[in-house]
């Protein structure tokens, strides 16, 4: 197997200008939109032999399992799915390839130094509006494909790769699931946005809830517009926030010493935090008058297999007891606005598939690599927690990302070039018959 491997990556090397050409136009055809991107997967999915469909949706009525979000944070737009399916040649297991076309909206591309639609290579980073994140894994996973197939190396099992909307709550590869995909095995394609390229691979991700707690408060009864003399006969909405901010604390405290998690206990040394990140009240122009409602937010991140049910229950609980402590909160009790939520999982790192993608790595880039456990949310937990399917995820080394606020976003035309051969490697070691 390691020599086959060396013969995917001498295959690939031997056609990067090919590779990396073909990326660029997937840069160049993003400036239409994203039925444009979905267009040329389909096309080129079509010209190395797979049959592809396409798969209509609306986002808002995918079902949710074990994750929520808000109607405002999701797209209201229509979307489509396109899933390219080349049909195995014998008895190998099947497999997902997925990643999605839709990149952050248009703005700002005025502080480019590069065109954002020309896919220019410069210092050996080829730059583009949502290259890596992530046309570079919607070309990757037919590239990878038709790599293999060039070599006259079929898959025995089949393979699916799927270019599905992900961005604010698409849920693309949950609406496909659901619809009836499955395979033994999955893997998300997606640049690495830790800055360290395939020298890692994503087989853990923790679990987040995005929540906001509003604090009531009450006016002193006065008309006067200067309140700071009666400020004693009303309710300030931040001081009984802060009883609540006190018990959002305590219980991260608590989880902290609770919860534990070997991958992220090495990591970080801890495995769950509480982050209390926003905080909203009066008015700054009008210090005189006292603040009838103060809003605190705060993300509450947590390893797999903690429930995402249980979480919030225990937000909920510790919200619930702080109030009863309170006379005026009993009374009043603040109110917990759910804005996001996601479960978490892992695939062990024994698992074959983790093996067959370490492997391929290191027969491709000379380095074995290792499992981070610090992408928290990530969409690799969807096939897993929808289906059961263990799922991993790899990318190459990437850039000042537009989604992170950066400008001439990139991904290392090299490492794209790998990373297709890596894909290949995979395919072939985990689609191969079990009896050759």
Known sequence: MP????????????????????????????????????RLFADTAESIGCTVTSHAYHPADVRMVEEFAGDAAIDPEPRTSVVAHYRGSGNGRSLILFAHPDGEPVTGTAGWKHDPFAGTIENGRLHGWGVADDLSGVAAGVQALGLLLSLNLRPAGDVFIASTPSK??????????????QADA??????????????????????????????????PPTTEPLQTAFAHQGINAIDKAFIVWRALKALDAKRGQAI???LLDRQVGRSTNLML???????PKRLFRLAERCTLGAALAFPPPEPLSQVCAAIEEAVADAARSDPWLKDNPP?????????????????????????????????????????????IRVPHVQKGIPTIGFGPLCGDLSQNGGTDEWVDAGDHVRFVAAIAGLIHQWCRDPAS
């Open 277 to 283: 990140s926003y905080i909203a009240a009066g008015d």
């Open 260 to 262: 534990r998690h070997p």
């Open 186 to 219: 999955a893997a998300y394609l997606h640049p690495a946005e830790s800055g360290v390229g395939m020298k890692e691979i994503k087989a853990f991700t923790s679990g987040q809830v995005e929540f906001r707690i509003v604090v009531e408060g009450r006016q």
């Open 335 to 379: 109110m917990i606005i759910w804005d996001a939520g996601v479960t978490g999982a892992e695939v062990d790192a024994e698992h074959a598939l983790v093996s067959a993608a370490r492997a391929s790595v290191l027969g491709v880039c000379g380095m074995e690599p290792r499992i981070n456990p610090m992408h928290t949310g990530s969409d």
């Open 168 to 181: 604010r709550h698409a849920r693309g590869v949950s609406h496909l699931l659901q619809s009836g995909l």
């Open 3 to 38: 020599h086959m491997i060396g013969r995917i990556r001498d295959e690939a090397l031997a056609r990067s200008d090919e590779i990396v050409s073909a990326l660029q136009r997937y840069v160049a055809v993003g400036a239409q939109g994203e039925a444009a991107v979905q």
